[in-house]
């Protein structure tokens, strides 16, 4: 069930955040993060198995799914969004939780474990790694989504997620298996995408950024990319291993940009191997044996 906390993100309480979030399992935690425009319930077809062995929380960014917009003042960059999550961790009592993401949530997780707020990453097809020429691609695509779904009447989205071809019309962008979705999935997230009231500014934080830069050394990294990402290509992978040399690069055969749903077992195997203890030594003989998957 989704629980609503609100608390202060700064010391001096100047700024107060709102986060939607849900919390199952037990164990280690972990939060899951999603990419922008969607919603925490992207995690659902891995929630179950992760939480057999992890305390899971997953979250609305702050302006997307049922989360507000951040408070005026802050912005929708890393600068703006990790504090957020910083004070969300402490008011949970999550002390260096590990973390997983998808997009922008990958590039959040990466930036997480840069600050040592976090005990293991596991990236799924982050963003921050682009061209330029790669990055103004990604971009278009994600505007004619958001368009999209801005446009089409809840009847229609309805009316076409009833059938595969309808919810393949709808998702194949961000799914290579769109017909595995059900149709109350697809219809709350294009709902979600319609009503993100941080997409623009996300967006936009996300076009004078810098690349994400920074090696992760001592802390279990995994970088992840599906073979059929159409959003941010997985050639990406190799530019992540390159910043980040001790992180475990791993394909996801038959992949689109959110993996989740197209093989929930693999993207639940990849992360829970990531937080697992000696997963930093084992992603370093990997990668020194050259077992690395490119």
């Known amino acids: 069930m989704a629980e609503t906390l609100s608390f202060p993100i700064d010391p001096a309480g100047q700024h107060t955040a709102e986060v939607v979030y849900e919390r199952v399992g037990g164990g280690e935690p972990l939060v899951l993060l999603h990419g922008i425009g969607h919603h925490l319930q992207v995690w659902d077809p891995v929630v179950g198995i992760l939480a057999a062995e992890r305390d899971v929380i997953a979250v609305d960014l702050p302006g997307f799914g049922r989360s507000p917009g951040l408070p005026a003042g802050v912005t929708y960059d890393l600068a703006g969004v990790v504090p957020v999550l910083r004070a969300l961790f402490e008011t949970l009592g999550l002390e260096r939780p590990h973390v997983a993401g998808n997009s922008l949530g990958g590039l959040i997780a990466l930036q997480l474990g840069h600050e040592k707020l976090v005990r293991s990453v596991t990236a799924l097809a982050p963003a921050g790694f682009w061209t330029e020429a790669e990055r103004r691609y990604a971009f278009g695509m ?23 071809v309808g919810r393949a019309a709808l998702t194949s962008t961000i799914y290579a298996r769109p017909g595995r979705r059900s149709p109350d999935a697809v219809v709350a997230e294009t709902r979600a995408l319609r009503e993100a009231t941080g997409f623009e500014a ?8 810098g690349l994400f830069t920074h090696d992760l050394p001592d802390l279990p990294v995994t970088v992840a990319w599906g073979t ?13 291993k390159r910043v980040i040399p001790g992180a475990r690069l791993v394909r996801l055969p038959g992949c689109g940009h959110v993996p989740m749903n197209d093989d929930p077992a693999l993207v639940a195997r990849v992360i829970l191997d990531t937080s697992r203890p000696g997963a930093s030594r084992r992603a370093a003989e990997a990668g020194a044996a050259g077992r690395v998957g490119r």
């Open 142 to 164: 994600l505007l004619g989504i958001r368009h999209g779904a801005l446009r089409l009447p809840d009847g229609a989205v309805t009316r076409l997620a009833r059938s595969a």
């Open 202 to 209: 996300t967006l936009a934080a996300g076009r004078t950024a």
């Open 228 to 240: 059929k990402d159409r959003i941010l290509l997985h050639r990406q992978g190799v530019r992540a």
